[in-house]
C-alpha cells in the first residue's frame, strides 16, 4: 500500500521524511529474515518496484542495532539500503565517529 497521508507513524521525524517520498514507497509492510539468529528487520520505507529500503533514525541506540543493520544488508545483498539520520553528524556513544561515517563506512547510502 503506498504511502498515505492518514498513515500512522511511529515519529515526527518518520511522518515528516514521508511527505517527500514517490507514491511506490510504503511504511513498514515487509518483514525481511536476517539471521543473528533468525529474526525480522521491518524497514521504516520500501520500494518494491525498485528494491531500496529506506531507514529513519534518530540515532543508532547501540552494539546490537548496528549489527542488525549490517546482518540484513549482508544477507539482502540484492537491495539498496539507505539512512536518513535525524542527526547524521552526531557521534556514535562509544564509537570515534558519527552517524553518517558508520554508514559509509558499511556500504550504507546516507540520505
Known amino acids: 500500500m503506498p504511502l498515505q497521508k492518514k498513515t500512522k507513524y511511529r515519529s515526527k521525524f518518520e511522518e515528516a521524511f514521508a511527505k517527500n517520498l514517490p ?3 510504503e511504511y513498514e509492510t515487509h518483514k525481511f529474515p536476517y539471521t543473528l539468529p533468525t529474526k525480522y528487520y521491518i524497514p ?3 520500494d518494491k518496484q525498485n528494491k531500496i529500503i529506506i531507514e529513519t533514525k534518530g540515532f543508532l541506540r547501540d552494539y546490537h542495532e548496528r549489527e542488525k543493520m549490517i546482518a540484513v544488508k549482508r544477507q539482502h545483498w540484492d537491495w ?3 539512512i536518513k539520520f535525524q542527526y547524521p553528524d552526531r557521534r556514535i556513544p562509544k564509537l570515534k565517529m558519527t552517524h553518517r561515517e558508520w554508514a559509509t563506512k558499511y556500504g550504507f547510502i546516507v540520505l
Open 44 to 46: 521504516d520505507f520500501v
Open 23 to 25: 507514491d511506490t514507497f
Open 80 to 82: 539498496t539500503i539507505a
